[in-house]
């Protein structure tokens, strides 16, 4: 049967059209009248993967807002035989938290802490709860949960506890399952209880008790023989010797036997004094050759890391803090009661160490540099050194720590075997691997070899005794090959204990019990070659499919990144819907280079997927995976509309540099156009026509280009000086502000340039590759490159003004002229203003030196495209040079160019300024400066809070806006 759906969007977001779904019309119909469902072919489309290699499209999705219609979407589901499966964050990289009948999303609205007790160490969590909140929450009692995975940040308890997740902190606190108390829970027959341990515990499933008498021997012998074996159920805990724990039980049950609704767990004191400790080794064979004995000095943590993951991080990120000699190195964390034990601790660890070099740090700052590679790593591990899309399936085995050096040497030899890469890194002093494998999965003949592949290493981890998965859960990426692990006898009492919890196979089917093959519905080979016809993507060959398959789901971008300096996911941080992750729109693309479910450039789908992206850029730069939502837009955007009618606004906004050049080559008509748009009925008749949102004002044409003025400047200038620039006056700074380039013309001056200009309209075309005109950028852009390309030639700075316009010459024009030679001369030639004055050889030196801001309060604004692209580095260290005091934002503006200006975005808009911009400026003490080199961010600050914002040239010339 189908249904026809007509779901709004989020706040300020277009409505989904109507549209004719899969899902059985009863069921949608019946579970909208419980909770919040949606059958839409874009939400499906999103929720349709994780962060493993599959792909389940469900029938419907829901998002329950507090524990009671959990339960009464568990009864519609049972009543219409829909399967279910719970889900988190999604970042399960087994293939667990997808399914194909119910998908609950835990993480959208149940997410409450409890009470947290400071005496009995405990706290209560609803299974949505975000890791790092629960620490958040549990550090004023100076207490944490042990288990911290690099996901922490967006994990949620209930994914840990349904993956058994561990972390590095789990050598010295234990898995998940060892720090849970007791669970709330309902199996799939819609019995409620609680999960607990101690005498009468097992009677709360009629017929355990039983189950585990007559299985005594099987579970002393083949379950528990070391901690990383989380593959399969861990009945061990079942035992009366362990406790007769049915919570620790159902902890890694992967929502198969039972769906948490809430969960009491453990608390630890948080560490005092923590020290690191980088321990250097010839390779990292050697380097698990070490856990052994430095595992008896009880340190808190040893993690392992590939010297080629970390220059995989050092290209993505820019740089990485200094290591010691080595190829691989042991992270050591160790305590102690103060910070001179934890020291004489860490001194003992390197002693032990028998490593070529060692480093100890107390330095937080450094510490938390160094640790962060370890996160990243998580997602840059999906690509080998040379490029090539590296994978999970096999990223997740562990050894007894006594096997692990031996395992790896084997391993290695395996990847050999096969001609395939990898970089691991992991927990190796629990004996834990991680690594990602380029097998070629890119068609659907290279699956045999994966499954070969995938059949051979589960033979060799289950030679040296190990499990599959040490912390990720077996999932369809592993569950069909527990046969390598455990007899028919095991597998059979798994089975037997499922059938006692969900005997209709209801919860999460194929998971653990009766799995189909590993490689059932896998997504990579399931999906066609797009070749590009915008923008080259050289580094996945020209292919949007490959490129849009970089997403491999870790999640990153629904985590609050702005304590790093990130600035990802303005949009889903101001809505909180999955549909406004970059991962939600990367599935909805990968659906859409799958072709079967959705179709086409002009699916509805892909239109309401892109709608709220504001083409910030930030993924570009903090997603882990490299995913360029903003390029992928522009691409999808430019095959969509071309050859057809556009809407208005890209006729408006995405021409805006014309309108803007027209307007001002006579300064009456500019003053002309300014009074008439300061007319609010006849701006407001103007906008609904245009397409813009009428709560939005108009920018002023400037009634003196900056060309006139600089030339008539230029006139009665004499003095002439050794160092020359080219300063290139965007669209934005000729035609509409030009106060900040007349600053920088200023400044460069004092700081002894001799400052020239183009011979001509330089534009760069950054509004048509925003409105996907790719085109009319290209067309931009060669007159660009024929104004700009003959200083660049000479080796003559071209200094850029406006950041989001700088940062298309030093990354776009490469990419749609990529066979123009000057391209590559041009970007390589531009530069910011902090970035030249910074330049040890292109830089004033001692010639100049910025003015004293002592005293100043400076709130700063980076433009998100030049996080992403330049970065704000030399702009920071400009900044700290003057002894201003500098609040530093991170996160978007939320005006990002014509995105905010448009009908349907201005809520959302406003919502994103929220994240970071408009609580800084309430907060600013009076008279700060706020500091933005971007058009947008200044016109957004001026539109929501009335603060007026200043350049950085402005500021270093004393001629700061105060807010």
């Known amino acids: ?265 453990e608390l630890h004191p948080l560490p005092t004094a923590p020290v690191l400790v980088v321990l250097g080794y010839a390779d990292m064979p050697a380097a698990a050759d070490a856990v052994v004995p430095l595992g008896a000095l009880n340190p808190l943590a040893i993690e392992g890391m590939d010297a080629r993951l970390v220059d995989v991080v050092r290209r993505h990120v820019g740089s990485v803090p200094d290591l010691p000699r080595g190829a691989g190195w042991l992270f050591c964390e160790v305590g102690g009661v103060d910070e001179a034990d934890s020291l004489a601790n860490a001194a003992a660890l390197v002693q032990a160490s028998d490593c070529l070099d060692s480093m100890i740090t107390t330095d937080k700052a450094k510490t938390a540099a160094l640790w962060r590679i370890r996160a990243d790593g998580v997602g840059l591990a999906g690509r080998t050194p040379a490029g090539r899309q590296a994978w999970p399936g096999w990223e997740d085995s562990a050894v007894p720590p006594e096997n692990l050096g031996a395992y790896l040497r084997d391993f290695d030899a395996l990847l050999a075997t096969y001609g395939v890469d990898g970089l691991p890194y992991g927990h190796f002093g629990d004996g834990c691997i991680h690594v990602r494998i380029d097998l070629p999965l890119e068609r659907p003949q290279d699956v045999g070899d994966f499954e070969s592949f995938m059949n051979d290493a589960a033979r060799l981890v289950g030679s040296y005794g190990g499990s599959l998965s040490g912390e990720h859960g077996d999932g369809r990426a592993r569950g069909g090959l527990l046969h390598h692990m455990y007899t028919p006898e095991a597998l059979g009492l798994f089975e037997q204990f499922k059938g006692l919890l969900d005997p209709d196979d209801h919860l999460n089917p194929g998971i653990v019990v009766r799995p189909a093959p590993v490689t059932a519905n896998l997504r990579r080979p399931q999906a066609i070659e797009l070749t590009t016809r915008g923008f080259a993507l050289p580094h996945d060959g020209g292919d949007l499919t490959r490129a849009v398959h970089r997403c491999v789901g870790v999640g990153k971008c629904r985590a609050d990144n702005s304590g790093a300096g990130g600035f990802m996911c303005p949009s889903y941080q101001a809505t909180g819907d999955e549909r406004n992750t970059t991962r939600g729109r990367a599935r909805v693309l990968q659906e859409l280079a799958n072709g079967s479910f959705v179709k086409g450039w002009d699916a509805p789908e892909v239109a309401d997927s892109l709608d709220l992206c504001l083409s910030c850029k930030a993924c570009g730069r903090d997603c882990p995976a490299g ?85 008539r400047r230029e006139a009665t200038t004499t003095t002439r000086r050794t160092r020359e620039v080219l300063l290139w006056a965007d669209s934005f700074s000729e035609h509409l502000d030009p106060a900040g380039a007349k600053a920088m013309v200023a400044l460069l001056q004092d700081a002894g340039y001799t400052v020239r200009i183009p011979g001509g309209d330089a534009c760069c075309g950054l509004t048509w590759i925003s409105t996907g005109q790719l ?122 160019g014509n995105f905010g200006m448009e009908k349907g975005h201005y809520e959302v808009s406003v919502a994103v300024a929220e994240n970071a911009l408009l609580p800084a400026l309430r907060s600013a003490p009076e008279g700060a400066v706020y500091l933005a080199d971007g058009y947008s961010c200044r016109t957004q600050a001026e539109q929501l809070a009335g603060t007026r914002g200043t350049t950085l040239a402005q500021l270093l010339l004393g001629d700061g806006a105060g807010t």
């Open 1 to 265: 049967m189908t249904a026809l759906t007509n779901r709004p969007g989020p706040a300020g977001g277009t409505p989904a059209a109507p549209e004719v779904v899969d899902a059985s019309a009863a069921l949608l119909v019946d579970l909208s009248r419980v909770t919040e469902a949606d059958a839409g072919r874009r939400r499906r489309a999103e929720y349709s993967t994780d962060a493993s290699n599959y792909r389940v499209l469900p029938q419907v999705v829901t998002f329950p807002r507090h524990i009671d219609e959990v339960l009464a979407t568990l009864e519609v589901a049972r009543a219409h035989g829909a399967p279910v499966t719970a889900r988190g964050a999604g970042t399960s990289v087994a293939g667990n938290a997808v399914g194909p009948g119910v998908v609950i999303d835990f993480s959208r609205h149940l997410h409450a802490i409890g009470e947290i007790d400071p005496t009995e160490r405990t706290a209560v969590v609803q299974p949505g709860v975000v890791m790092s909140s629960l620490q958040t929450a549990a550090a004023p009692h100076g207490l944490w949960f042990g288990p911290d995975p690099s996901t922490k940040n967006r994990a949620t308890l209930g994914g840990m506890i349904g993956n058994n997740a561990c972390g590095p902190h789990a050598l010295a606190y234990g898995r998940t399952s060892d720090n849970v108390r007791s669970l709330d829970v309902v199996d799939g027959s819609g019995r409620r209880f609680t999960a607990t341990s101690g005498r009468g515990a097992l009677e709360a499933v009629p017929g355990l008790d039983r189950l585990v008498s007559g299985n005594l021997a099987l579970l002393r012998t083949e379950l528990g023989r070391f901690t990383r074996q989380v593959s399969g159920y861990s009945l061990e805990h079942l035992l009366p010797e362990r406790g007769s724990n049915l919570a620790r039980a159902l902890v890694g049950t992967e929502g198969s036997v039972v769906t948490l609704l809430g969960a009491t767990v």
């Open 775 to 896: 085109d009319g950028a290209r067309k931009q852009l060669r007159r660009t490159l024929d104004i700009l390309g003959p200083a660049a030639a000479k080796g003559v700075p071209i200094v850029g003004i406006e950041p989001s316009c700088t940062a298309v010459l030093r990354s776009d024009l490469v990419e749609l002229l990529p066979d123009d030679p000057r391209s590559a001369a041009v970007a390589g030639a531009v530069r910011t203003l902090a970035e030249l004055l910074t330049d040890p050889e292109l830089g004033p030196g001692e010639d100049w030196t910025p003015p004293s801001l002592v005293g100043t309060t400076v709130v700063a604004q980076p433009h998100c495209h030049q996080h992403s692209v330049m970065g704000f580095d030399a702009d920071a260290a400009l900044l700290a040079r003057t002894g201003a005091s500098i609040t530093q934002l991170a996160g978007c503006c939320g005006l990002a």
């Open 627 to 711: 995913v360029d939502m903003a390029t992928y837009k522009a691409e999808v955007t430019y095959r969509r509309y071309k050859g057809k009618v556009r809407p208005m606004t890209h006729y408006v906004l995405g021409w805006l540099p014309r309108w803007a050049r027209l307007t001002t080559a006579v300064p009456a008509v500019a003053a002309l156009a300014n009074a008439a748009l300061g007319v609010a009925p006849l701006r407001r008749a103007v906008f609904a026509v245009s397409g813009i949102d009428a709560r939005r004002r108009m920018t002023a044409f400037s009634t003196q280009r900056f060309s006139r003025w600089f030339r």
